[in-house]
């Protein structure tokens, strides 16, 4: 009883896989049908549509008229003035080896200034004034090259100066450091030595913090 009963089951499974399947086809062949019904409808309405008109040609143009005929035989006339400035161009060559030689000239000078320059930069004089720098681990300079100036050196030239304008004037600096005037004279003018200035307190009562 219990086999007939399973076997029953197993034939209700059976035919209902086989439904399922059976619907599914079907669904699948409704949903191309309709797909290609779809898709026909799309072909004949691309082909109904009317296709778009050429655009009209253009007429041929005229003969050219009076105008632009006036205006080629204005521009083929031959013009006087302006043959005349044709006339007055010239073209002047150079011979290659003048133009290196000469290049080579400006080169040889421009390296002789140079050489001038660095020999008169490695002119040295001695140190008018120096800090002693043993304690500092500094070394200790003994001379600059001519038209330079130590910090030290400045700062007593700016101080000589301004204490003592008759005296120590721009030609005496430039001469007494080896320097030039008209730099001499640039440092007197845009430089000013350090200056501390103690301002008094207004009044007679305002506290002041005295050191202990």
């Known amino acids: 009883m219990d086999l007939l009963a399973h076997r029953r089951q197993f034939e209700q499974t059976l035919l209902s896989v ?3 399947g059976i619907i599914s086809n079907m669904g699948a062949r409704v949903a191309r049908l309709f797909r290609n019904v779809n898709l026909e409808n799309r072909v004949h309405r691309e082909i109904s549509k009317e296709k778009p ?4 040609r253009h007429e041929p143009t005229g003969p050219p008229s009076a105008g632009s005929t006036e205006e080629a035989d204005t521009v083929n006339q031959k013009s006087d003035p302006l043959l005349a400035n044709l006339q007055s161009v010239f073209v002047q060559s150079t011979d290659p080896a003048a133009a290196a030689a000469a290049a080579s000239a400006a080169a040889a000078a421009a390296e002789a200034s140079k050489t001038v320059a660095v020999s008169k930069e490695m002119e040295r004089r001695p140190l008018k004034y120096s800090l002693p720098v043993d ?3 500094l070394a200790e300079l003994t001379d600059v090259p001519k038209g330079k100036l130590t910090i030290t050196e400045a700062l007593k030239a700016l101080g000589s ?7 120590w004037t721009p030609e005496k600096i430039a001469q007494d450091y080896s320097l030039d005037l008209k730099d001499t004279k640039a440092l007197l003018e845009f430089f000013i030595p350090f200056q501390i200035q103690i301002i008094p307190p207004k009044t007679d009562s305002a506290k002041q913090i005295k050191a202990s």
Do not use: E, I
């Open 18 to 20: 086989s439904m399922l």
């Open 53 to 56: 008109r050429a655009a009209p």
């Open 135 to 137: 304690g500092y681990g």
């Open 161 to 167: 100066h301004q204490q003592q304008p008759q005296a």
